[in-house]
């Protein structure tokens, strides 16, 4: 089957409450990422020196060198940088991305995070891209890290984000299975599930926009103040959606060689402080958003979605949505479906390019398997179960003799000016209004009819996926 992978719907226009503890309007996470010492280094039997993330403007990695200024630059991170957001930080939740070697090298920080009852999710074995790298050898190193971070915090982590991640990442995680949630994702402003390695895996989405390492891209932030205004403003923004009664969640990204200079620093305490200042705010550490998503919107149950269905499943199911024209559900299987044709507007859209694609002689045949409305299809009770419904809803199943006589008579009129049935959505329409576009619409120019009756045709199945789906 011709299926593309990658989910472009997510929640869908209207997202699931996150029901947040005590009723709160937005979540904000905050993470401290620690790396000093899990960087490039040929010291870590690397090939070159690290160029990721620093105050070197186009750092380029140095092979077979030491790099004593980047060195340097990533200890700072590690004997004041560490330190000074551990004093602003106190009190709040946290989550530490710690890289399995650089918390390895740094046993007092280690002990620091859980004096703080900080949570200790993985950040890799080390901090490097896996872009290139055979995934035999990524999941080795993820084997690893797992390891190493029981034996240096006491326990596994429970949560994971590489950052610097292949293609097969997020599947490698979720096959290992003891991750309660994996963050190597962009794409939401609230968790979600993935099937993914044979299993439900929840996606807790980080962030690179309200990050400090935006301090360290040329396309970023150039001083403290700038930081700040970015994460009030996204704090306003999704805790204004949150009072509107649709919470959010807010992540930060911190890392001890950037926020953790005193001139960063001083804006990230006005920004906690502003964001402490809201009622409705719950700080929160990964896991516990983690635990309370797993507990308030567990995963989906199993069912077949339709861009999974195979061929005679989904024509069964949406063969009829045209009427008497499974056809176009036939052709609509073999286009490009993926995770966003789950839904009623998806499916609708699948269908609807086969019919706008068809030839004039095929859309008319579509249209000319509609029955009347309210003609003796109806009468001799020989509707579809979907036209009967849909007719019955606007009272055309009980229409007064007068009524009933106009209508013959429109509809006798109208197939001999056009060669097919008027064709309406009912269910946007009272009877009367029927009658009245009925009445206008047999003057039409048969071309500009033709296309509105398609306009029609389309509208009608637009409603009935909604039915089908609960839309």
């Given at each position: 089957?011709?299926?593309?992978?990658?989910?472009?719907?997510?929640?869908?226009p209207n997202p699931p409450d996150p029901r947040w503890p005590g009723g709160a309007r937005i979540a904000v996470q905050i993470v401290v990422n620690y790396e000093e010492g899990g960087e490039n280094?040929?010291?870590?039997?690397?090939?070159?020196?690290?160029?990721?993330?620093?105050?070197?403007?186009?750092?380029?990695?140095?092979?077979?060198?030491?790099?004593?200024?980047?060195?340097?630059?990533?200890?700072?991170?590690?004997?004041?940088?560490?330190?000074?957001?551990?004093?602003?930080?106190?009190?709040?939740?946290?989550?530490?991305?710690?890289?399995?070697?650089?918390?390895?090298?740094?046993?007092?920080?280690?002990?620091?995070?859980?004096?703080?009852?900080?949570?200790?999710?993985?950040?890799?074995?080390?901090?490097?891209?896996?872009?290139?790298?055979?995934?035999?050898?990524?999941?080795?190193?993820?084997?690893?890290?797992?390891?190493?971070?029981?034996?240096?915090?006491?326990?596994?982590?429970?949560?994971?984000?590489?950052?610097?991640?292949?293609?097969?990442?997020?599947?490698?995680?979720?096959?290992?299975?003891?991750?309660?949630?994996?963050?190597?994702?962009?794409?939401?402003?609230?968790?979600?599930?993935?099937?993914?390695?044979?299993?439900?895996?929840?996606?807790?989405?980080?962030?690179?926009?309200?990050?400090?390492?935006?301090?360290?891209?040329?396309?970023?932030?150039?001083?403290?103040?700038?930081?700040?205004?970015?994460?009030?403003?996204?704090?306003?923004?999704?805790?204004?959606?949150?009072?509107?009664?649709?919470?959010?969640?807010?992540?930060?990204?911190?890392?001890?060689?950037?926020?953790?200079?005193?001139?960063?620093?001083?804006?990230?305490?006005?920004?906690?402080?502003?964001?402490?200042?809201?009622?409705?705010?719950?700080?929160?550490?990964?896991?516990?958003?983690?635990?309370?998503?797993?507990?308030?919107?567990?995963?989906?149950?199993?069912?077949?979605?339709?861009?999974?269905?195979?061929?005679?499943?989904?024509?069964?199911?949406?063969?009829?949505?045209?009427?008497?024209?499974?056809?176009?559900?036939?052709?609509?299987?073999?286009?490009?479906?993926?995770?966003?044709?789950?839904?009623?507007?998806?499916?609708?859209?699948?269908?609807?390019?086969?019919?706008?694609?068809?030839?004039?002689?095929?859309?008319?045949?579509?249209?000319?398997?509609?029955?009347?409305?309210?003609?003796?299809?109806?009468?001799?009770?020989?509707?579809?179960?979907?036209?009967?419904?849909?007719?019955?809803?606007?009272?055309?199943?009980?229409?007064?003799?007068?009524?009933?006589?106009?209508?013959?008579?429109?509809?006798?009129?109208?197939?001999?000016?056009?060669?097919?049935?008027?064709?309406?959505?009912?269910?946007?329409?009272?009877?009367?209004?029927?009658?009245?576009?009925?009445?206008?619409?047999?003057?039409?120019?048969?071309?500009?009819?033709?296309?509105?009756?398609?306009?029609?045709?389309?509208?009608?199945?637009?409603?009935?996926?909604?039915?089908?789906?609960?839309?």
């Amino acid at each position: 089957m011709n299926r593309y992978p990658r989910d472009l719907r997510g929640h869908g226009p209207n997202p699931p409450d996150p029901r947040w503890p005590g009723g709160a309007r937005i979540a904000v996470q905050i993470v401290v990422n620690y790396e000093e010492g899990g960087e490039n280094c040929i010291l870590h039997g690397d090939a070159a020196s690290e160029a990721f993330l620093s105050e070197i403007t186009g750092a380029q990695p140095w092979p077979g060198q030491r790099h004593w200024n980047m060195e340097s630059i990533y200890e700072y991170g590690a004997r004041a940088g560490f330190w000074r957001l551990r004093r602003i930080l106190e009190g709040f939740p946290v989550t530490v991305y710690g890289v399995a070697t650089a918390l390895a090298r740094s046993p007092e920080q280690v002990a620091a995070m859980k004096a703080s009852s900080w949570e200790i999710a993985s950040h890799g074995l080390k901090w490097i891209d896996y872009r290139d790298r055979p995934e035999a050898e990524e999941r080795a190193d993820m084997a690893a890290a797992i390891a190493l971070h029981r034996e240096v915090t006491g326990a596994r982590p429970r949560g994971w984000y590489t950052g610097r991640t292949s293609a097969a990442t997020v599947r490698l995680a979720a096959e290992e299975g003891g991750f309660d949630y994996v963050a190597d994702s962009y794409a939401d402003d609230l968790p979600y599930w993935l099937r993914v390695g044979g299993r439900d895996q929840l996606i807790v989405p980080y962030t690179l926009d309200a990050n400090d390492m935006r301090f360290a891209i040329q396309a970023g932030f150039a001083e403290g103040d700038q930081f700040e205004r970015y994460l009030r403003d996204s704090f306003d923004v999704l805790y204004a959606e949150g009072v509107a009664g649709a919470p959010r969640m807010l992540s930060i990204g911190l890392h001890c060689r950037l926020a953790g200079r005193p001139g960063r620093a001083a804006a990230l305490q006005r920004a906690l402080a502003y964001m402490a200042g809201h009622e409705g705010v719950w700080f929160a550490t990964r896991a516990a958003i983690a635990a309370h998503w797993a507990a308030h919107h567990p995963p989906p149950q199993p069912g077949p979605l339709p861009s999974q269905m195979d061929r005679a499943a989904f024509v069964a199911a949406f063969g009829g949505i045209f009427e008497h024209s499974p056809w176009i559900a036939e052709a609509a299987h073999g286009l490009e479906l993926g995770p966003a044709h789950d839904c009623a507007a998806g499916v609708h859209s699948a269908l609807a390019r086969v019919f706008r694609a068809a030839s004039d002689a095929q859309r008319l045949k579509v249209l000319r398997a509609h029955p009347d409305l309210a003609g003796r299809i109806a009468q001799a009770r020989r509707l579809t179960e979907a036209s009967a419904a849909e007719q019955a809803s606007a009272g055309l199943d009980a229409l007064t003799d007068a009524e009933r006589a106009e209508f013959e008579a429109l509809n006798a009129a109208y197939t001999t000016r056009f060669g097919f049935p008027f064709i309406v959505a009912v269910r946007d329409h009272t009877r009367a209004s029927i009658l009245a576009a009925f009445r206008a619409r047999v003057g039409n120019d048969p071309a500009a009819e033709f296309a509105e009756a398609c306009r029609q045709v389309e509208r009608i199945a637009e409603l009935r996926l909604m039915g089908m789906f609960g839309a």
